[in-house]
């Protein structure tokens, strides 16, 4: 097997000193990601970034977690490769840690949707019947949102919703029984007997970490990081456990990647129901 060096890039965004993106740094990142309204979650450490450019990305302490709109983008592959998105959101805290000084690390707590969630929105109301993803797309287009529909319909008759617009979304979405998942300005819907696009991954023996495992609403496959695994694609196992075999629904994913650390991990682990479970 070729040796592969692995990479990660950082692009922050939001504070009055520009976009910072980095790449080629010693860093670990720990990605997770949920269908419905929750969205995206990372815990990042960067080392060897500059005390200007921390101090620039640090949440203030005064103001609160979540406050000061910055943004981070993640995006991982082989050196000399194309590189792919994994998370973009907001940054729910940000701060230096200097406890193993001169190795200080920048900390970093992503929340795929932490501003979105937050920003109110004014009720809406709409008499009569309408459609779902209609209603969906206006919220979208007046939040400055992006709505990827693959072929979610329904009929709403004398909707109302309240709150912000994840809130308003996720109402519309529950109530004309979508399956749903919103990360940074995205959302996704798509009926729950089908998926959020068309990539369907197969999960053979030589690409997993041992075996699937079970959870009680169905297996758990743990594999070298990829990409193509999102929330709301399909996956095919093929294993020597019988009952694992088959077509399953990504409900849950979690991406372990690192860069520039010995014997660090870079694993991709999904979550698997049934086609149909949320």
């Known amino acids: 097997m070729a040796f592969l060096e692995r990479q990660l890039r950082f692009t922050f965004s939001g504070a009055q000193s520009g976009t910072l993106s980095v790449a080629g740094l010693r860093a670990v990142a720990n990605i997770q990601t949920f269908q419905g309204r929750i969205g995206a979650f990372a815990q990042v450490s960067v080392w060897g970034l500059a005390e200007a450019q921390m101090n620039a990305y640090s949440s203030r302490i005064s103001a609160g977690v979540g406050m000061d709109q910055f943004s981070l983008a993640i995006e991982?592959?082989?050196?000399?490769?194309?590189?792919?998105?994994?998370?973009?959101?907001?940054?729910?805290?940000?701060?230096?840690?200097?406890?193993?000084?001169p190795e200080s690390a920048f900390c970093v707590s992503v929340a795929g949707i932490i501003y979105q969630a937050s920003k109110p929105m004014a009720a809406q109301s709409w008499p009569g019947a309408q459609n779902a993803e209609t209603l969906i797309a206006s919220i979208c287009a007046a939040a400055g949102m992006t709505l990827h529909n693959n072929g979610a319909h329904a009929v709403l008759r004398n909707m109302s919703t309240s709150g912000s617009a994840i809130d308003q979304i996720s109402e519309i979405a529950r109530a004309a029984k979508f399956s749903?998942?919103?990360?940074?300005?995205?959302?996704?819907?798509?009926?729950?007997?089908?998926?959020?696009?068309?990539?369907?991954?197969?999960?053979?023996?030589?690409?997993?970490?041992?075996?699937?495992?079970?959870?009680?609403?169905?297996?758990?496959?743990?594999q070298l990081f990829d990409q193509r695994i999102q929330i709301g694609r399909q996956m095919n196992v093929t294993s020597s456990i019988p009952k694992a075999n088959g077509l399953w629904q990504i409900v849950q994913v979690q991406h372990e990647l690192?860069?520039?650390?010995?014997?660090?991990?870079?694993?991709?682990?999904a979550v698997l129901a049934p086609i149909g479970y949320a």
């Open 180 to 222: 749903l998942y919103i990360e940074g300005s995205g959302v996704w819907i798509w009926p729950k007997q089908s998926q959020r696009d068309t990539i369907v991954i197969d999960s053979l023996p030589d690409d997993r970490v041992g075996y699937p495992v079970w959870w009680e609403a169905g297996i758990v496959v743990r």
């Open 76 to 101: 991982a592959g082989d050196v000399g490769g194309t590189l792919h998105k994994v998370v973009n959101g907001g940054i729910w805290r940000s701060y230096i840690d200097l406890e193993a000084e």
């Open 258 to 269: 690192s860069t520039m650390l010995r014997g660090g991990p870079w694993f991709s682990t």
